[in-house]
């Protein structure tokens, strides 16, 4: 069956770094865009980024400092997050739907397929 499971979050302070990570179970006959959202207190829910055939995508907020990598044999997605500010402070969730990421990666309502979420707070 699918799951997606997150791992990673933390406290830290402004400046540090930390390392998010998705397992992933998916069906293997498909190809998905994994994707990379954050939701704050009493905010939307926003893509930060995502990897899928195409390549990799990230949102402009946080080019730069977040790398979204994955690991084939592991079945995980990694997204690295640097130079972290307090305004990156939310619940970050991976999420997995099947084709391509496009130019629509960012709708997070389009994904079928989530995690439960871990939680990143910076001070």
């Known amino acids: 069956h699918v799951q997606l499971v997150e791992s990673g979050g933390g406290s830290v302070q402004t400046g540090e770094s930390l390392r998010l990570s998705c397992v992933y179970s998916l069906y293997p006959d498909q190809r998905y865009c994994i994707a990379w959202y954050r939701q704050a207190p009493g905010k939307e829910r926003e893509g930060v980024a995502a990897i899928g055939k195409g390549g990799t995508k990230y949102d402009d907020r946080v080019k730069g400092r977040f790398t979204v990598s994955q690991d084939f044999v592991k079945n995980t997605i990694f997204l690295r997050v640097d130079d972290l500010k307090p305004e990156d402070t939310g619940m970050y969730y991976c999420?997995?739907?099947?084709?391509?990421?496009?130019?629509?990666?960012?709708?997070?309502?389009?994904?079928?397929?989530r995690g439960q979420g871990t939680q990143v707070t910076v001070s």
């Open positions: 999420a997995a739907r099947p084709g391509g990421c496009g130019t629509t990666w960012r709708q997070v309502w389009s994904y079928g397929y």
